[in-house]
């Protein structure tokens, strides 16, 4: 039998233990990496996180809807604190780095700091298929902050905050960001307790990975009852990080098992508790709801607006998206003139490339008598 000294011993529990404290290379409190980026497209470029300031570090990538999505919501950010917090859009994962700068000229509205992330040089026979995976391995920044701390397995937008003493205070959607800034900027903001949730997040979403393989296996295979079994397991895991699951239990309910009063049911409980709170998962449930492409026996158009109106009064008033979505379900409904009020609404406040999409849906309305 082989010995195993009893230094051995303490150095596999100590690594061990060092694993479960810190599973990530970066986590909330640790020094923030260097900003290792190519190039500025707009603002003022930084070189470094000056002590006593406070900035924002957003990473997106123009073929990334929910970045898109985004986009208002962190202007209004960038303008609310722009004495006192530097805001810088990190465009990472690109395919094609020559069509950001057009993508930026054409919103218009991306009214903060944007820099484009470091990437290795490419071989010249990478295929171009596997060049935004050569930029997610390869880019500095990309493997510097998302693949140090976890947030690639999770995807972007992900924004960081870096507090006046140059460390990471603060990891999450851009959405939630808001309450942390006034935390750091009034004195309130724990980063114990902000690193303590992010360590619980972090572990999980890792506990929750394959339980989301089981239910894309279960839709795969359409075994409709497994899929919605995967769903319960992540609801009860995190209902937070995972509340996609609910409105994905109730879509099958709805489009799949033909289940239409146990479907609304649930959808009216999620309303009200899980995604109560979320414009996409809010926005997903009425979309459901009116898909033309789905097969539904009864649609509850109500619930539908419902859902639309909450998430618009969630955003306030802020997200075109919502406001075609409820478009379309008066539409659907009968009430061609809300229908149009709404659109209307939405294209007064939609981004250019937004307002296409928007302004199909009201010559649509227009043309149907």
């Known amino acids: 039998m082989r ?16 694993a479960q404290i810190k599973p990530y290379k970066l986590m909330i409190s640790d020094e923030a990496p260097p900003l290792t980026v190519s190039s500025w497209l707009q603002g003022t470029p930084v070189s470094g996180f000056e002590k006593g300031h406070i900035y924002v570090l957003d990473f997106w990538a123009t073929w990334c ?17 722009k004495d006192k917090v530097t805001l810088i859009g990190v465009d990472v994962w690109e395919p094609d780095t020559k069509k950001v700068q ?26 171009p298929k596997k060049v935004s995976q050569w930029a997610d391995e390869h880019g ?67 506990a929750g990975r394959p339980l989301s ?8 295979k359409k075994q409709w009852a497994a899929a919605i079994e995967a769903c319960n397991k992540l609801l009860a895991l995190d209902p937070v990080i995972f509340d996609d699951s609910a409105v994905e239990k109730f879509s099958i309910m709805l489009q799949n098992q033909n289940l239409p009063a146990l479907a609304y049911a649930y959808g009216r409980e999620i309303l009200g508790t899980t995604i109560k709170s979320d414009p996409d998962e809010l926005n997903a449930l009425a979309r459901a709801i009116i898909d033309p492409k789905a097969k ?24 075109s998206s919502l406001y075609n979505t409820l478009a379309n379900a008066y539409f659907a409904k009968g009430d061609k003139p809300k229908a149009i009020e709404s659109i209307e609404a939405g294209i007064a406040l939609a981004t250019p490339d937004e307002k296409e999409t928007l302004q199909k849906s009201l010559d649509t309305f227009q043309k149907t008598k």
């Open 3 to 18: 010995s195993i000294s009893l230094v051995g011993v303490l150095l596999a529990v100590s690594a061990l233990s060092i």
């Open 65 to 81: 809807g929910p970045c898109r999505r985004s986009i208002p919501h962190l202007a209004k950010i960038n303008e609310k604190y």
């Open 102 to 127: 057009p993508f930026l000229q054409k919103r218009g509205d991306i009214a903060f700091d944007i820099a484009l992330d470091q990437v290795d040089p490419q071989p010249k026979d990478l295929d």
């Open 140 to 206: 500095h920044m990309a493997r510097g902050w998302l693949g140090a701390s976890g947030r690639d397995k999770i995807g972007i937008p992900a924004t960081y905050v870096i507090n006046g003493d140059g460390k990471v205070a603060w990891i999450g959607d851009p959405a939630d960001l808001e309450k942390t800034l006034d935390g750091l900027l009034d004195g309130t903001f724990d980063i114990s307790a902000s690193a303590e949730k992010h360590r619980t997040t972090m572990a999980h979403f890792e």
């Open 213 to 220: 393989k089981e239910f894309d296996d279960a839709v795969d």
């Open 296 to 319: 539904i026996e009864e649609r509850d158009y109500d619930l539908a607006i419902q859902a639309a109106q909450q998430g618009i009064e969630v955003t306030l008033g802020s997200k």
